[in-house]
């Protein structure tokens, strides 16, 4: 199984530009995290999806920020207008509902700089 | 919030020495588990406690659980310098993780 896969793994940008982070959880899981991670503010969770639909937004921090995952096997996490305040490591991770000790399997990240 | 905070941020040791780190929540959970961190690279699962146990072991690690003082530990026994990590304990909420800020442990040859 080559695990949880987030592309791209760095990406620098200048501010203002919209940024696509993408998120291929483990076959079979059904349910989909994405978190954010600085030194500031340790490791946040923005968003979560069961079976594709989202369940909690309530960390997205503002507008800027959407989430999607049309089908079970692909999601994206999108800033626009992108800001200096964003550059974090973003990170997707998934569970298998059934599993009832939610043990959560991560992606490498990715490293977002935004100039 | 249901926040773990680990106690203390950051841990030296030598190779062959114990380390314990601790965790301190602040409300009823369902489990707690415990992730390793290695530099620029994503979360890893070691070990789960439900609220029902009180101790479990997997290899070198020690997890101790008290819910009366809503506090975990975790002990590595015999360290080596591949432990040299983040650690961080997580509280489980429905369906959801609550991540603490996290131990940064450096075990020196």
């Known amino acids: 199984d080559a695990g949880v896969i987030q592309s791209p793994r760095h990406e620098v940008t200048e501010m203002g530009q919209e940024v696509t982070l993408r998120c291929k959880p483990i076959?079979?899981?059904?349910?989909l995290f994405w978190y954010r991670q600085t030194m500031m503010r340790g490791l946040e969770l923005l968003i979560y999806?069961?079976?594709?639909?989202?369940?909690?937004d309530s960390g997205m921090p503002e507008d800027r920020f959407s989430a999607k995952m049309p089908n079970a096997s692909f999601s994206t996490l999108k800033i626009q207008p992108s800001e200096p305040r964003d550059s974090a490591v973003y990170f997707c991770?998934?569970?298998?509902?059934?599993?009832?000790?939610?043990?959560?399997?991560f992606g490498p990240g990715t490293r977002l700089t935004v100039l | 919030s249901q926040q773990g905070e680990e106690d203390p941020q950051a841990l030296s040791i030598q190779e062959g020495e114990n380390a314990t780190m601790n965790c301190s929540y602040k409300?009823?959970?369902?489990?707690l588990q415990w992730y390793r961190q290695n530099s620029g690279r994503g979360l890893v699962h070691l070990i789960l406690i439900r609220s029902n146990e009180r101790e479990k072991h997997s290899g070198r690690l020690r997890v101790t659980l008290d819910t009366s003082k809503k506090s975990s530990s975790l002990l590595i026994t015999a360290s080596r310098a591949a432990d040299t990590a983040s650690y961080f304990c997580a509280v489980t909420g429905f369906q959801k993780l609550v991540f603490g800020t996290g131990t940064r442990l450096l075990v020196s040859p």
């Open positions: 991770a998934s569970v298998s509902l059934g599993n009832s000790y939610n043990e959560q399997f």
């Open positions: 076959s079979g899981h059904n349910s």
């Open positions: 999806f069961n079976n594709n639909v989202p369940i909690d």
């Open positions: 409300t009823s959970i369902n489990n």
